[in-house]
Structures are given as C-alpha cells and as structure tokens.
C-alpha cells in the first residue's frame, strides 16, 4: 500500500518547510524508497507564472512546462521525484475545475460546497500524483496553520490520513523555536502551533522544531509532553553555517528516517548517503574564490533567481571553488557614471532571465563590459537576448536596435516575437513553455559543456533571435552556437574573439543539482576561475 506524509507548518512562514520536506525525501531515497513530492500551494492563482519573482521569489518550470512555486526546484535538487504539472496543486486550480464541473452540470443539482467537493479535488489529486512505483507521497502544504486559505488543504490532509489507516499515512509539522533577549529558548509557539494542527483535527506524528542551536534533551521532552508527539519523534532543524544540503545529513543523525520507517511500518533497510556525504567532501574540499556578478532587477529577494544563485554553488562543488555572489541592481549601473566601480572587480559576469523593459539599460553596460573587458559570461534567456541587443547596437552600429518586447518602434527588432505569439491576449500559461531539445554545433562552449550536441532544457519566454538578422549577425562574427533541430529558432549564441561568453535560450539553472551541476554553470565557473587565475 502506498504511505503519504503531510509536511504542514506553524508559527510563520519562511522555516525551510520546502528543505525540510525534500530533506526527507533524499533520505527516504537513501533508503531504497521511491518518492513523490507534491506541492499544495493555498493561493488563488491558477499556477505561479502570472507572480512577480518579487512576490513570491522565482517562478520554477518543469519538464512538461508547469510554472511553479520555487519549492519544486527544493524536490528536484534533492531527490529524484519525476515532476509534472500534478506536482503542484494550487486552490486556482482546484477552484477553476470544480466550477468549471458544476458549470457543466456534473454535481447532478447538489449543492457543490468546500466540503467535500473542494477536498475531494485536492484528495483526488493528491492521489493522482504518485506513480505506480512510488513507494512515498510527500506532501508539501503551502502557508501556515491557522491561515484561512490552507484550511482545505489540512481538511484533505485530515481526511487522507483517516481514511489511509494508520500506519500508512504520517504528519510531520515543522515549527520555530526562537531565541528571546538572554538567550533563552521558548516552546510556547510551537505548543500553540501543535493546538492549531489539532483543532484542525490533525495530531502531528512527528516535529522538525526550527531553532538557532540543537536543542538539549531536556527542551524536546517537554515539546513532547506539551504536544503528545513522542519524544524522539521531535527533531531539530538548527541553523547550519554549511550549506541547505547538509540537512539531510543532520537529519540522518537525529534518526529521522527511522523513525519514519517505523512509524510508517516499513522494515529498516540499509541507508546509502553516499551521494550526500561526497558532496559535503566536495563542499569542505573548495578552496580559492571567484566573484561572479548577477545583473539583474529582481535583487532584493534571494528566492527571485534561487535555481541560478543554486546552480552557481553546484558549478563551485564541482569545480572546487567558492563562488561569491555579487548581487548587482541594473539600475545602479544605469546611473552610474563609471562602470568599472560596479564591475571593476567582478571575474564573470551573469544575465539571468527577466520580464519587461525596465533595468535592460544597466544589463546592456554589463554586456557591453563583459564583451570588451573578455570577462566570462554567461546569459540565460533576457541574458542572451541581451547579448545580441548589444552586439547589434555595439558591433554592428544599429543604435536603436531591441527587442520589441521594450521598444515597438525599433528599426532593428533583433529579439521579437513569434508569429504564433502576436494575437495572444492572456498572459497565464501561453508563453514556450518546458523542455525541447536543441542542437550544438559542433566547435562551440555549449558542445563542449554538454559534450554532445543534443541538448535537453527548459525554456520560459516569449522574444525569440529574429531569423531576419541572423544572416546579418553571423557575417558579422556573432556565433549561432545552437538552433532548435528544425533550424527554424535561434537556442544560443557565443561571442567571438573572447574566452568564454555563452547566451542561451533556454534556462540550464534549472536541472542543475547539488551531486551533478549544471554543465554551462560548471565550465562558466571553471572559465572564471581560470581567467581570475583560480586564486582568491
Ligand atoms: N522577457 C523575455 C521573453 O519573454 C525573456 C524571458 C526570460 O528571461 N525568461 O522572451
């Protein structure tokens, strides 16, 4: 019988819950299980695309084009689930289809009302995720109890979990533990959150208690005696100095997987957390540093670009560097006077992905710095896309040249759109979407990263390389290092006479893991760190 663990949260949000859950899933790996991590995101947005990364921090895509919460970028860096767009639930979702049945007349007259028809679609999706060899559903509740828009998703959860039997189905509740002046450690929140949990008629099994330090036996026992959850079944999450990746390793040494096991009736198997333990290696192993710039709009929020920022720390354990990010505003450079105050002393220079006209100005210097300076660059979807708009005004002199994202009236619309994408109106779900293959050629720094020229990436825009210039750029020197395999769409591009400069379409951050980086994020680095002369 397949067993469901519900991962829900309390007292505030921003705890690690997405770590915390997909912590557990590498572990259960560990243990030879397969699993399935979903994700139940409260909101009312039928998925995240239409969200500002400000808002809500990255907007992360799946092989099949779903547009998702950052959290599912958690579940594929540290496990191996196969992720769709039944992956992610959202109350949008849920919402949108149970109208659209009583539109269409199938509740046969009754009236259709949040218990159960709501909970029935999220039950039944929830269901729906796993495959027939998952072994474990890990779900994710998006909010914290005692919002009212996660009260269906715990309702489900309830449900579910009655209705599994025990034994079959586990919940796992992860609450804050914070400090006060002096020092002190208080539990009171988190017997308040458990309160919460068990008015909603859900008593947790097990505890991830979110703390500064581990707490001492002392602290868990009581935790245990205010909240009826066993007391080695409360765990510490404490703060690490390390790196996120190391938490399926502390977890490990709490025991959290075999209490797990037990509590979900599977008999203990050996543990392999080899994968893990070779990383924390590599991790330990770094030594010289490079500075890697990030021109970008979004960058007061670390979560508006987590899958780039991720993979650059991959590209670092895989090449044994430590990489500094240098979160640069845009617009900082559009003011500036001088350039090389802001980018003077940055090794590699990186665009990731953007919407909208706002900030291009200050990419375009950072281009134009990194082509003339020979800095290592690397562009990725807005960032190639940028490239080329440099190029175009920069080389071959069209000043106004642009994508018409920004500017309709350009003479030069080097970046523009597809024909199919003209007349379309709404903004949810339309753009291209997901993975598709494109072709290296051969003799380029893409060919050489992948070692092949069959390449598998996510894509997620609109704009696309207007094949009216491609002629005219390549006579000129920009290298056409990639093209869909009908030739019909520019994938990539590379700068020549430079040592590394690399812009592509598509969006390589997002399959890039911990235990195997990116390959254009690992030989940026590497290009980095050779131009810097690989000290630090
Ligand atoms: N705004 C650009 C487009 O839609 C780039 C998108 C992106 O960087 N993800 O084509």
């Known amino acids: 019988m397949r067993k469901y663990i519900f991962v829900s949260g309390g007292v505030c949000s921003s705890l690690g819950k997405g770590v915390a859950a997909s912590s557990l899933g590498a572990l259960l790996e560990g243990r030879g299980l397969s699993v399935c991590m979903v994700k139940c995101d409260p909101y009312l947005n039928v998925d995240a695309g239409t969200m500002s ?43 949108e289809s149970v109208i659209r049945k009583e539109r269409e007349g199938r509740y046969l007259g009754r009236c259709v009302q949040v218990i159960p028809h709501i909970t029935d679609e999220i039950k039944e999706r ?31 959860a309830r449900q579910l979990i009655t209705e599994s039997g025990r034994g079959n189905a586990l919940s796992v509740h992860l609450t804050l533990i914070p400090e006060v002046a002096g020092g002190e450690l208080k539990t009171k929140p988190t017997q308040h959150s458990v309160k919460s949990m068990q008015e909603q008629g859900i008593q947790p099994d097990i505890l991830v208690c979110r703390a500064p330090v581990m707490l001492e036996e002392d602290t868990r026992r009581k935790i245990s005696l205010f909240t009826n959850v066993d007391p080695d079944a409360v765990f510490v999450s404490y703060d ?39 990383m924390m290696e590599k991790f330990a192993a770094r030594h010289g540093s490079v500075r ?26 895989e090449t044994g560097t430590i990489v500094e990010l240098c979160k640069i505003d845009s617009s900082r450079l559009e003011e500036s006077e001088k350039p090389e105050e802001i980018l003077g002393n940055i090794d590699g220079i990186l665009i990731p992905g953007g919407f909208g006209q706002r900030g291009t100005k200050g990419m375009l210097i ?42 309709h009236e350009t003479t030069h619309p080097v970046i523009s759109l597809l024909e199919d994408q003209v007349n379309i109106k709404d903004y949810g779900g339309t753009m291209r979407l997901g993975q598709s293959e494109s072709c290296a050629k051969t003799g380029t720094h893409i060919f050489t990263a992948y070692k092949k020229s069959n390449i598998h990436e996510r894509h997620r825009h609109r704009y ?28 990539a591009a590379e ?34 760190r050779s131009q810097s002369g690989g000290a630090g």
């Open 53 to 95: 990364p400000y808002q809500h921090g990255e907007v992360f895509v799946t092989d099949d084009g779903a547009e998702t919460d950052l959290d599912l970028g958690n579940y594929e860096r540290f496990t191996h689930s196969p992720l769709s767009k039944a992956n992610s639930i959202t109350t949008g979702q849920i919402y």
């Open 126 to 156: 929830i269901l729906a995720a796993a495959s027939p060899e998952t072994d474990v559903t890990i779900v994710e509740i998006g909010g914290t109890v005692g919002d009212i828009e996660s009260i269906p998703f715990l309702e489900a």
């Open 240 to 278: 690490v100095n390390t790196t996120v990746y190391e938490i399926p390793l502390i977890f490990y040494k709490q025991k959290l997987d075999q209490v797990v096991l037990k509590k979900l009736g599977v008999e203990s198997r050996h543990a392999d957390l080899r994968p893990w333990k070779i």
């Open 292 to 317: 890697v710039g990030i021109v970008g709009k979004y960058m007061d929020l670390h979560d508006s670009y987590k899958s780039v920022y991720e993979a650059l720390f991959h590209a670092g354990l």
């Open 366 to 407: 950072a281009a134009a710095w990194a082509r003339e300076h020979k800095i290592a660059y690397l562009g990725i979807c807005l960032g190639m896309q940028i490239m080329v708009i440099e190029w175009a005004r920069n080389v071959l002199g069209w000043n106004d040249a642009d994508s018409t994202e920004f500017n």
């Open 464 to 491: 696309e390389f207007s094949n009216q210039y491609r002629d005219a750029m390549a006579e000129s020197g920009l290298n056409i290092a990639a093209l869909t395999p009908a030739g019909d769409l520019v994938e």
């Open 495 to 528: 700068w020549p006479d430079h040592p590394w400069a690399v812009g592509v379409q598509f969006h390589p951050e997002f399959k890039s893991k911990p235990t195997e980086a990116a390959p254009l994020f690992r030989d940026f680095i590497a290009a980095v």
